[in-house]
């Protein structure tokens, strides 16, 4: 599946996901640990941030909101009110550099091509502050992939492996990375990854 394909899929699915996942659950409570290290008052960009109760709810008032899918976009404008929403594409991110202090990407990355994966982690770098902090979906596996019949529809994953996901962090100027296993809205065992944005 090439992006519009994946654009048009989530177009299909959005409503039914917001439908099935759990609100709650501690991978929310991660958001506690990524705002105790921001600046009060931070600025915070949620890539693929779909329906925004999982992620977008739980962040300060005035956050953004990036999906691909404009149906998940209406779903957010209800259930978060007060966010800024964007439509765009995460590998060519729609803002200036410097502006956020933080960034989440809750099972986002893994619904782009894993080639493309260097380039949507340069586009995090380049719009977080020095000493910004990234917190996002660590995938374990080395998949590329559509699963059929995913929320009634069809959906691509792909990933490059964890150790790899975590080199490429590294290569585009992530420092201070560290993993945490965490309950995902579908109620599994996730990992997910904190990191840092050198150049302070």
């Known amino acids: 599946m090439d992006r519009n394909d994946v654009r048009r899929a989530w177009e299909d699915v959005a409503a039914t996901y917001a439908a099935r996942r759990d609100p709650d659950g501690s991978d929310a409570a991660l958001i506690d640990d990524l ?7 931070p600025n915070i960009l949620d890539v693929g941030c779909g329906d925004g109760a999982r992620t977008l709810a739980n962040l300060p008032a005035g956050s953004v909101g990036l999906d691909v899918s404009r149906r ?4 957010a404008a209800e259930a978060v009110p007060g966010a800024r929403l964007v439509h ?7 803002f200036d550099a410097d502006r956020f202090d933080g960034i989440t990407a809750y099972h986002a990355v893994f619904h782009v091509e894993r080639d493309r994966h260097p380039t949507v982690y340069e586009e995090f770098a380049r719009v977080l502050r020095p000493g910004g902090r990234l917190l996002m979906t660590l995938p374990g596996g080395r998949f590329e992939t559509v699963r059929r019949g995913w929320m009634g529809g069809r959906m691509f994953f792909s990933a490059p492996g964890r150790d790899r996901t975590l080199a490429q962090l590294r290569e585009a100027g992530f420092e201070e ?5 965490a309950t995902d809205p579908l ?11 050198g150049g302070e």
């Open 35 to 41: 705002l105790a290290g921001l600046p009060s008052d």
């Open 72 to 75: 998940g976009l209406d779903l």
């Open 177 to 181: 990375v560290e993993t945490t296993t």
């Open 88 to 94: 765009g594409e995460m590998s060519a991110l729609p």
């Open 187 to 197: 109620g599994s065992n996730t990992e997910f990854v904190f990191a840092t944005l």
